[in-house]
């Protein structure tokens, strides 16, 4: 996918902070590129968790966390990266090779990443393995399991009007 062509979804930052979660929309250009989205998080400072939810023209979702030392990702469809800039990046941030075929569905990166928070890997791999769900259901599912359900939906109200 071109720079010029349009991306339609939707990114959040999801912050933890003094046991509260806060559910804040992430700029457009985080769906096109990934050091955007992740250069936006980083600009969301706080002392308990952050990560990003991106669901991506309703066909992947991409979990990026940043850490002093880097950046945690999950991309919930490798094969992505045969159609979409960012999905490309993701696996070249994660030193992959895309897949040849891009029918056959697996996630690639750190299916761990939110397991701290109670999300762990093998729940994550049951979320992904729900292909008949949109990137948006399957990012409901997450924020339902971690506890932010209801400001992720407020959230989403607002980017959806």
Known sequence: MSEQEP????GVTVVREDGKW????????????????????RKARS???VFGLLAIDDEFFLLLRPS??????LLSDA????DYDIAADALDLLRIDPP?????????????????????????????DEIDLYP??????????????DEYAKHLDTILQ
């Open 7 to 10: 991306v339609t979804g939707f």
């Open 22 to 41: 806060r559910c804040d929309p992430m700029d457009a250009s985080s769906l096109r590129e990934l050091d955007a989205a992740i250069t936006e998080l």
């Open 47 to 49: 002392t308990g968790a």
């Open 68 to 73: 002093p030392g880097g950046v945690s990702l």
């Open 79 to 82: 094969a992505a990266a045969l």
């Open 100 to 128: 040849e075929d891009e029918d056959e569905v697996w996630p690639e990166g750190s299916l761990d990443i939110l397991a701290d928070l109670g999300l762990p890997a093998a729940e994550m791999q049951v979320i992904i």
């Open 136 to 149: 948006d259901e399957q990012l409901q599912m997450i924020a339902q399991r971690l506890g932010f359900a």
